[in-house]
């Protein structure tokens, strides 16, 4: 099953280079290896003459907002283009563990002919010494993220909670690929484009599958909560996801902007806007 890893990236580069490398270090390298860079042109630099080797594809990037699903979806026509069977989909700041896409290629054929949406484990790791991570002791960092499945190593759990569908790792084969629809382009910016994914799968009727044994790694950097920095996504990606689907993603978030006065939501329309109610 050729396989194919797509990874987006602005920035990150530190980040992108330990993925680089647990990719070279796991126990079956990828056919390919596609990294989408939005509006990064030193990215080939960074990834060249290092196994195994990147294709890099320019995304550009419109009014500073990142297109996070037109690029996924253009590393997976790249992909697919070029023979792959088999899409994983890892966060630039998340390393593969060893038998990552091992895993993810067994669990592809244990389930075939049947379409799934297949999702590993993330464990979200401290901040690195001076040194930075070392690839050996990345599994004795982090446990797995507590609002997530956590199946064993081996097992597979089939589960219906799609708005638990996260893009920092996951894969599907092309056929499931093609059947789900790729990522809807109209999201831009920070919020909202993977949680629709896993509604746009759930409509295909595609099962949400969770990997045992299958884990990455997610290297620490700073983040605000609520992400304060991206409100106008935010609450335009949240627009947009309401208008498709009928219910509020991020609820979380857009409460917290209102208890900071940086969001309201109208009590006639029900619509969240900027600003104080």
Not at 70 to 89: C, K, Q, S
Not at 122 to 141: F, Q
Not at 200 to 217: D, E, H, N, Q, Y
Not at 229 to 254: K, V
Request: glycine share 10%; hydrophobic share 40%.
């Amino acid at each position: 099953m050729r396989t194919a890893v797509i990874t987006l990236a602005a920035g990150r580069h530190r980040h992108l280079v330990l993925q680089q490398a647990g990719l070279a270090a796991g126990s079956r390298p990828p056919d390919q290896y596609v990294v989408v860079a939005m509006d990064d042109p030193r990215l080939g630099a960074v990834l060249a003459d290092r196994g195994p080797a990147a294709t890099v594809i320019d995304c550009p990037v419109k009014d500073g907002r990142l297109p996070l699903a037109r690029a996924r979806n253009l590393g997976a026509a790249h992909a697919l283009e070029h023979r792959a069977e088999l899409l994983v989909f890892l966060d630039v700041d998340c390393v593969p563990g060893e038998q990552l896409l091992e895993r993810y290629r067994q669990a592809a054929l244990e389930l075939a002919p049947h379409r799934s949406l297949l999702c590993g484990t993330v464990a979200y790791l401290p901040p690195p010494d001076p040194a930075g991570y070392r690839l050996a002791d990345l599994h004795t960092l982090a446990e797995p993220h507590p609002g997530r499945p956590t199946p064993g190593a081996g097992e597979i759990h089939r589960n219906t909670e799609y708005a638990l569908f996260w893009s920092l790792s996951f894969a599907v084969t092309a056929d499931t690929w093609h059947a789900i629809g790729g990522f809807c382009e109209e999201y831009e910016g920070y919020g909202g484009e993977d949680t629709d994914y896993g509604q746009r799968a759930r409509s295909a009727g595609v099962p949400l599958t969770w990997i045992g044994g299958a884990p990455a790694f997610h290297q620490h950097h700073p983040v605000s909560s609520p992400p304060v920095a991206h409100l106008h996504d935010i609450l335009r990606n949240a627009e947009i996801f309401h208008r498709r689907w009928g219910w509020w993603p991020m609820t979380d978030w857009l409460q917290a902007f209102a208890d900071l006065g940086l969001a309201h939501r109208n009590r006639r329309t029900g619509r969240w806007a900027p600003g104080p109610g």
